[in-house]
């Protein structure tokens, strides 16, 4: 990573003009600026790129992802036409897997309507190019676009890059932290000079204790209030999957990633790629409060081993070579294991549907909700 960024010159300029930038502006700069975000210039994907997510992992989570949206096309009655959605949908790879495991359901494959939610317009062509054999799809810019109609709704590793505003606790109350120059020119961290009114009354019950210094962040709802409206009012589900917290509570988790490794946030705007743990119980209670119903949140590790991954490794590791077989085995523990260097742990799991819909597969009741489908 560069010590210079063109970006970092455009925000220094802005705070010399404006004044200290909230952090949350200054998240949707480094991501989403039209010439220099970090989301807008590049594919940051593979062992080439920043980080690798779970559909590069291993062709079984996306074939899983592929089963769990059979399972809910039939729990709402298999309607004639299902919108199939993805936002921030990578290379295409995790799309590509589910429809190769839809095939097993031809009523369900001919149904589908895809839609692929992406700016980025590096990744779109990846995402052509994954899916040039697919029949019925379109990209789109935001989840807005989509059509009405019954919908499956698949975000994965994507609310963490939603920018996050936060705030840090002084003596004099809570202060919108942001993101100012010291006396050598440098970016830096600080808070605004007077206290966000009434902030105390708006803050979960563990936030409400939080010592001096402590920082408390959290997103605004206006997409999940987006997805959960959808699939309240057409029918249809939402699958959620990142990384983050079950219960809101104070703690920074603003971070930045380059090849791998973490980085410093400050440094170098628009060349890493800046996330925030997701806050899954702002996110269901959000939900609930629009009248959807939530399912979990699960752990990744539970959701995939509840959806059969376990006994998906093994039909794979008996058709492959003793070097492939490894490879799965890897893959499999990475996905589902706790410990260091899995995703099994760190990684939550939250469906969100319309009301009616009283079980999903994944979440403890496979028997009534999964497809009974086998791949091959």
């Not at 410093?264 to 997701?278: F, I, R, S």
């Not at 039909?315 to 492959?320: D, E, F, I, R």
């Amino acid at each position: 990573m560069s010590e210079y960024s063109p970006l970092q010159s455009e925000i220094k300029k802005l705070i010399k003009s404006s004044g200290p930038m909230p952090v949350w502006r200054y998240m949707e700069l480094c991501l989403t600026h039209p010439e220099h975000g970090y989301y807008v210039s590049r594919d940051p994907l593979g062992r080439e790129g920043d980080f690798i997510t779970a559909p590069e992992v291993s062709q079984m989570f996306g074939e899983l992802l592929g089963l769990w949206t059979a399972s809910v096309w039939k729990a709402i009655g298999s309607p004639p036409v299902l919108r199939l959605v993805e936002l921030g949908p990578g290379r295409g790879t995790m799309m590509a897997d589910a429809l190769r495991a839809l095939r097993v359901l031809p009523p369900l494959f001919q149904s589908l309507s895809i839609h692929m939610v992406e700016i980025n317009p590096v990744l779109r062509e990846k995402q052509k190019a994954a899916l040039s054999g697919a029949r019925n799809i379109d990209w789109h810019d935001t989840i807005d676009d989509i059509p009405e109609g019954p919908a499956v709704i698949l975000a994965n590793e994507y609310f963490d890059v939603l920018p996050i505003h936060q705030a840090v606790r002084r003596h004099t109350g809570w202060h919108e932290r942001v993101v100012d120059l010291d006396d050598s020119g440098k970016l830096i961290f600080a808070a605004a000079p007077e206290p966000i009114p009434r902030f105390e009354v708006l803050l979960p019950p563990l936030v409400r204790a939080a010592p001096v210094g402590a920082v408390f962040e959290w997103r605004p709802d206006a997409e999940i209030m987006k997805i959960a409206t959808r699939v309240r009012d057409q029918d249809g589900a939402a699958l959620i999957i990142d990384y983050g917290h079950l219960r809101s509570d104070a703690g920074e988790t603003f971070q930045a990633i380059a090849r791998h490794s973490f980085a410093d946030p400050l440094k170098a705007p628009g060349q890493a790629d800046v996330t925030a743990h997701v806050d899954f119980q702002a996110l269901a209670r959000a939900a609930e409060d629009l009248g959807a119903r939530v399912h979990g949140p699960a752990t990744q590790g539970d959701f995939l081993k509840r959806l059969g991954i376990e006994t998906r490794a093994v039909t794979l590791m008996a058709k492959a070579t003793h070097e492939v077989s490894e490879a799965i085995s890897a893959a499999l523990k990475r996905l589902t294991d706790s410990g260091r260097g899995g995703m099994g742990s760190m990684f939550k799991v939250l469906a969100i549907s319309e009301p009616n819909l009283t079980s999903l597969a994944g979440f403890g009741d496979e028997k009534r909700a999964g497809t009974g489908e086998v791949l091959p």
